[in-house]
């Protein structure tokens, strides 16, 4: 009878809830068709209907081609098949086991029993199955003294290779340990010398390096003490790296995929369109052979060097009034008449080309970047120290992120420069132009730091100059008219904030004399331009003349008081002047009340122009220039005035 056929029965697999959650739904859809964008309504629609078509296809020729009994047939020989194999693998394993229990019979009789087959054991008598070994065959003298002589050489050939590949372990072994030395000594130095050392999330074993400026340390010099900053995300992110060691020992700085390459803010001064200077860099371009303190520094001015131009790509789209425009990838703004600024990002291969070109002084782009940088430094800690302090309250509307005031402090400069040096430059033509008809006239500076607010405790210089950066500017000098009795304030005020939006000029009167045409005037007066602060300027200037000339008038006839023994009404009629916001005096006569004699002055760019008309009808014109200051044969202002009414 045939040994019954065991077969395992599995149940029915039920269904596994996780593999129909929707995570997992997604993940599936995600490895076959991609990202949901490239699924769509068509798409799907199309795959259905070619699904169907290729399923109906599929089921007629299973159906064509399908016999019953021919597959029933198949099945069965298949089944016979297993069968015969199984009882085949059966058999033999049968056999060997008989065979060894009958082997073992001969020593341990009960042990065999329990496994030979009842078929054997009533045919054969147990223990008549024995083995035994046989003996070797004899070897001569010369045989065993070659064996022993190749056993020694292999001996001695494993001894030398044992050597050997100690000897190299130890080699290796010393190398490494250099070349640890060497990572961890660059580690130590870097730590020591302020740059935080970390993990790298993710990796366990893998050490890691923060150079950016993430509210933590941002390092200007690493020899001075750190200080706290906090950036932009985008950039803050970018801030870490891994260090990897190299195979000769050295650690190389690893930054992700997102690393493109170190770059640079470049800064060039451009003369009627071309490129004459160029901003420097000591970062050198070889990076063979950096240490890993010099990397970190190239890294962190790099990374700094980018978020510093992206935050003058959002500060600019509020700077177009103010003559600041986009031109490829650079940032231009107009420096002076026929000069501009041009700021863009570039790599660091790109400075050779610099320093070829660069033949002029590079003072301004240096200055300019140097300014942003230490704009952008001083942002930082502002945004840090509003961190740092209580929230305020929650809004639905979000807070905006600000906006660093980077390229607006460096406009106000310029602007401010070019306000003070017009102011100047009329100063300077109107006391050129007085001094030629030996009038005085002075101009002081005075100090204008009251509009920065009082330090508090012990501050740095850089605190000092970013405080002179970001502050309104202000200029005031002291002026002194001809008559030295009139006494002036000029301030210059420039800032882009309200409520001035620019530059501001104002004039304001200190002193002054009561019978001046000056006094009648508005004590402080504001002009948007420095053509208008010129002319309201001259014309105090020659009201001041009018009221020296009325002085001397009165001095005089104060003095023919006392020489003269009898004066007539006539002689004693003095100049006046018909109106106090007029340079012109009139002397009129008691008999008619007719105009006799009138004086007119006026002061512009030009120069200081007399006009005298007399009783008879004639009249006379003369201008003292500032180009004659120097000149031997200019002439006095009352020398003129008494050749002109003598006429």
Same mark, same amino acid.
């Given at each position: %009878?045939?040994?019954? +056929?065991?077969?395992? +029965?599995?149940?029915?697999?039920?269904?596994?809830?996780?593999?129909?959650?929707?995570?997992?739904?997604?993940? #599936?859809?995600?490895?076959? *068709?991609?990202?949901? #964008?490239?699924?769509?309504?068509?798409?799907?629609?199309?795959?259905?209907?070619?699904?169907?078509?290729?399923?109906?296809?599929?089921?007629?020729?299973?159906?064509?081609?399908?016999?019953?009994?021919?597959?029933?047939?198949?099945?069965?020989?298949?089944?016979?098949?297993?069968?015969?194999?199984?009882?085949?693998?059966?058999?033999?394993?049968?056999?060997?086991?008989?065979?060894?229990?009958? $082997?073992?019979?001969?020593?341990?009789?009960?042990?065999?029993?329990?496994?030979?087959?009842?078929?054997?054991?009533?045919?054969?008598?147990?223990?008549?199955?024995?083995?035994?070994? %046989?003996?070797?065959?004899?070897?001569?003298?010369?045989?065993?003294?070659?064996?022993? $002589?190749?056993?020694?050489?292999?001996?001695?050939?494993?001894?030398?290779?044992?050597?050997?590949?100690?000897?190299?372990?130890?080699?290796?072994?010393?190398?490494?340990?250099?070349?640890?030395?060497?990572?961890?000594?660059?580690?130590?130095?870097?730590?020591?010398?302020?740059?935080?050392?970390?993990?790298?999330? =993710?990796?366990?074993?893998?050490?890691?390096v923060r150079f950016g400026f993430a509210e933590g340390t941002y390092i200007e010099d690493p020899?001075?003490?750190?200080?706290?900053? /906090?950036?932009?995300?985008?950039?803050?992110?970018?801030?870490?790296?891994?260090?990897?060691?190299?195979?000769?020992?050295?650690?190389?700085?690893?930054? =992700?995929?997102?690393?493109?390459?170190?770059?640079?803010?470049?800064? #060039?001064?451009?003369?009627?369109?071309?490129?004459?200077?160029?901003?420097?860099?000591?970062?050198?371009?070889?990076?063979?052979?950096?240490?890993?303190?010099?990397?970190?520094?190239?890294?962190?001015?790099?990374?700094?060097?980018?978020? $510093?131009?992206?935050?003058?790509?959002?500060?600019?789209?509020?700077?177009?009034?103010?003559?600041?425009?986009?031109?490829?990838?650079?940032?231009?703004? @107009?420096?002076?008449?026929?000069?501009?600024?041009?700021?863009?990002?570039? @790599?660091?291969?790109?400075?050779?080309?610099?320093?070829?070109?660069?033949?002029?002084?590079?003072?301004?782009?240096?200055?300019?970047? %140097?300014?942003?940088?230490?704009?952008?430094?001083?942002?930082?800690?502002?945004?840090?120290?509003?961190?740092?302090?209580?929230?305020?309250?929650?809004?639905?509307?979000?807070?905006?992120?600000?906006?660093?005031?980077?390229?607006?402090?460096?406009?106000?400069? *310029?602007?401010?420069?070019?306000?003070?040096?017009?102011?100047?430059?009329?100063?300077?033509?109107? *006391?050129?132009?007085?001094?030629? /008809?030996?009038?005085?006239?002075?101009?002081s500076e005075l100090p204008s730091s009251s509009l920065l607010p009082p330090p508090q405790g012990?501050?740095?210089?850089?605190?000092?100059?970013?405080?002179?950066?970001?502050?309104?500017?202000?200029?005031?000098?002291?002026?002194?008219?001809?008559?030295?009795?009139?006494?002036?304030?000029?301030?210059?005020?420039?800032?882009?904030?309200?409520?001035?939006?620019?530059?501001?000029?104002?004039?304001?009167?200190?002193?002054?004399?009561?019978?001046?045409?000056?006094?009648?005037?508005?004590?402080?007066?504001?002009?948007?331009?420095?053509?208008?602060?010129?002319?309201?300027?001259?014309?105090?200037?020659?009201?001041?003349?009018?009221?020296? +000339?009325?002085?001397?008038?009165?001095?005089?006839?104060?003095?023919?008081?006392?020489? /003269?023994?009898?004066?007539?009404?006539?002689?004693?009629? =003095?100049?006046?002047?018909?109106?106090?916001?007029?340079?012109?005096?009139?002397?009129?006569?008691?008999?008619?009340?007719?105009?006799?004699?009138?004086?007119?002055?006026?002061?512009?760019?030009? =120069?200081?122009?007399?006009?005298?008309?007399?009783?008879?009808?004639?009249?006379?014109?003369?201008?003292?220039?500032?180009?004659?200051?120097?000149?031997?044969? #200019?002439?006095?202002?009352?020398?003129?005035?008494?050749?002109?009414?003598? $006429?």
């Open positions: %009878m045939a040994d019954p +056929l065991s077969l395992s +029965l599995r149940a029915w697999p039920s269904s596994d809830k996780r593999i129909e959650s929707l995570p997992h739904l997604i993940a #599936r859809i995600n490895e076959q *068709k991609g990202s949901f #964008r490239n699924v769509t309504e068509a798409s799907l629609e199309e795959e259905i209907r070619a699904a169907e078509a290729g399923e109906a296809q599929a089921t007629d020729d299973a159906e064509e081609g399908q016999n019953p009994k021919a597959k029933e047939d198949e099945l069965l020989r298949a089944r016979e098949q297993i069968i015969q194999e199984v009882g085949a693998a059966y058999a033999a394993s049968s056999y060997a086991l008989d065979f060894i229990s009958l $082997l073992l019979s001969k020593y341990d009789s009960k042990a065999a029993e329990a496994t030979i087959s009842p078929h054997v054991k009533g045919a054969v008598p147990l223990g008549s199955l024995g083995a035994e070994r %046989m003996q070797e065959p004899s070897r001569s003298e010369a045989q065993e003294h070659t064996e022993e $002589l190749v056993g020694l050489e292999w001996r001695l050939q494993s001894l030398t290779r044992s050597a050997d590949s100690l000897l190299s372990s130890a080699s290796r072994l010393q190398q490494e340990m250099e070349h640890e030395t060497a990572y961890w000594q660059e580690i130590l130095s870097a730590k020591e010398k302020g740059w935080s050392v970390c993990r790298i999330p =993710g990796e366990a074993h893998t050490l890691g020899s001075e003490s750190a200080a706290d900053f /906090a950036a932009h995300p985008e950039f803050r992110d970018r801030g870490l790296a891994a260090l990897r060691g190299s195979s000769d020992g050295c650690i190389r700085l690893d930054r =992700g995929p997102r690393w493109k390459g170190d770059k640079r803010l470049r800064v #060039r001064l451009l003369e009627s369109g071309e490129r004459i200077s160029a901003s420097g860099s000591n970062t050198t371009t070889d990076t063979t052979e950096l240490p890993l303190t010099e990397q970190l520094s190239r890294a962190r001015n790099s990374l700094f060097d980018e978020e $510093l131009f992206h935050e003058l790509g959002r500060e600019i789209r509020n700077l177009i009034n103010h003559g600041v425009r986009v031109v490829g990838s650079a940032i231009r703004f @107009p420096l002076e008449e026929h000069s501009e600024v041009e700021i863009d990002l570039v @790599p660091l291969d790109d400075e050779r080309q610099d320093q070829a070109q660069n033949q002029s002084d590079s003072t301004i782009p240096d200055l300019v970047a %140097m300014a942003l940088r230490i704009l952008l430094s001083h942002g930082h800690r502002e945004t840090h120290r509003r961190r740092t302090q209580p929230p305020t309250p929650l809004s639905e509307t979000p807070t905006p992120r600000r906006v660093y005031p980077l390229l607006r402090p460096i406009l106000e400069i *310029k602007q401010h420069d070019s306000a003070v040096k017009a102011a100047k430059a009329t100063l300077n033509v109107l *006391k050129q132009t007085l001094s030629s /008809a030996s009038f005085s006239f002075s101009a012990k501050t740095s210089t850089l605190h000092t100059l970013t405080s002179r950066l970001t502050h309104p500017h202000h200029f005031t000098t002291e002026l002194r008219l001809p008559s030295n009795r009139t006494t002036l304030n000029l301030s210059i005020y420039t800032t882009f904030s309200p409520p001035t939006f620019g530059t501001s000029f104002s004039l304001s009167t200190v002193a002054a004399p009561t019978d001046s045409g000056v006094a009648s005037m508005p004590q402080t007066l504001s002009f948007p331009t420095a053509e208008k602060l010129s002319t309201h300027l001259f014309s105090l200037t020659a009201l001041d003349i009018c009221s020296l +000339l009325l002085l001397q008038e009165k001095e005089d006839s104060e003095e023919s008081e006392d020489t /003269a023994t009898e004066t007539s009404a006539a002689a004693r009629q =003095g100049w006046t002047q018909p109106s106090p916001y007029q340079a012109r005096l009139v002397r009129k006569s008691l008999e008619n009340g007719r105009q006799k004699e009138s004086i007119s002055i006026t002061v512009d760019g030009q =120069g200081l122009h007399l006009q005298c008309t007399t009783g008879e009808g004639k009249s006379g014109e003369y201008t003292w220039r500032a180009e004659s200051e120097g000149d031997e044969e #200019r002439r006095d202002f009352f020398d003129v005035l008494e050749e002109r009414l003598s $006429l």
